[in-house]
């Protein structure tokens, strides 16, 4: 049996399209799952240190000296992926790594929480904070005041 040279073109293209579909998807699949488990390690993470500061604090530190503290710890880390920062009761940051991002505050229109999986935004990162809430998400920040 003889294939005719355009049955071997739709053969051909339609396992094209099937290549390229799967691997688009399987792709996709993975790049989703590792930034979901990015954001799950970075909430344990959150919840380790939170934690440990209300440790310290219950064990007779200061507020202060544990701020101090954990400002000496994750000054100068990275802040590519994800980071431990510290917000005050009015949204107004007291610890980041990056030094020059203290004392700002969060608006209410400059800093949200979108999901990992359409991107559609599930909170107000000023609201969650303030809420004492755990997001899981990626933040998208617009700028601080």
Request: proline share 1%; charged share 25%; with cysteine.
């Amino acid at each position: 049996m003889k294939l005719k040279s355009s049955n071997l073109f739709i053969i051909l293209f339609v396992l094209g399209l099937v290549y390229y579909f799967s691997f688009s998807f399987i792709y996709k699949s993975t790049i989703d799952d590792l930034i979901n488990q990015q954001v799950q390690s970075s909430k344990n993470q959150a919840n380790i240190i939170s934690n440990l500061l209300a440790e310290k604090i219950k064990s007779g530190f200061s507020k202060e000296q544990v701020k101090n503290e954990l400002q000496r710890s994750i000054e100068n880390s990275s802040t590519d992926y994800s980071f431990v920062c510290m917000f005050d009761a009015t949204g107004k940051e007291i610890c980041h790594p990056n030094k020059e991002k203290i004392g700002k505050t969060l608006l209410k229109n400059n800093s949200v929480i979108r999901s990992v999986s359409n991107n559609k935004v599930i909170k107000n990162f000023k609201d969650a904070v303030m809420e004492k809430q755990s997001v899981g998400g990626i933040r998208k920040l617009e700028n601080y005041t």
